[in-house]
């Protein structure tokens, strides 16, 4: 994964900015808890692609912003895609054409 202190800033960005706890974005979240949110705003956990699916969706954001903290071309989305393998290349890339 890219940075994952970087990713975290950016995911407790937008958790601060609602206003909420850890505690209740991961009730909210159903799928962790406080601690794996702490672990992943931390940069202590790399995040798996589910999860960030999760988090765009759930702050409508991009995962180019997640995970770069900026919108990226098509030709660097397809560049990193390369890098991560097939499976999760068709979903980055699909996502990105959404």
């Known amino acids: 994964m890219r940075n994952s202190v970087e990713i975290g800033k950016r995911i407790k960005y937008l958790r601060t900015a609602e206003g909420i706890s850890q505690r209740e974005l991961a009730d909210q979240l159903f799928y962790a808890n406080r601690q794996m949110i702490s672990w992943y705003e931390n940069g202590h956990r790399n ?43 068709e979903i980055l890339y699909r996502l990105k054409l959404e």
Request: charged share 30%; net charge negative; with cysteine.
């Open 47 to 89: 995040i798996p692609l589910e999860v960030l699916i999760m988090y765009a969706e759930r702050y409508d954001v991009s995962l180019d912003w997640l995970v770069f903290g900026s919108s990226r071309t098509d030709n660097e989305v397809k560049r990193t895609c390369l890098k991560v393998g097939n499976v999760e290349m």
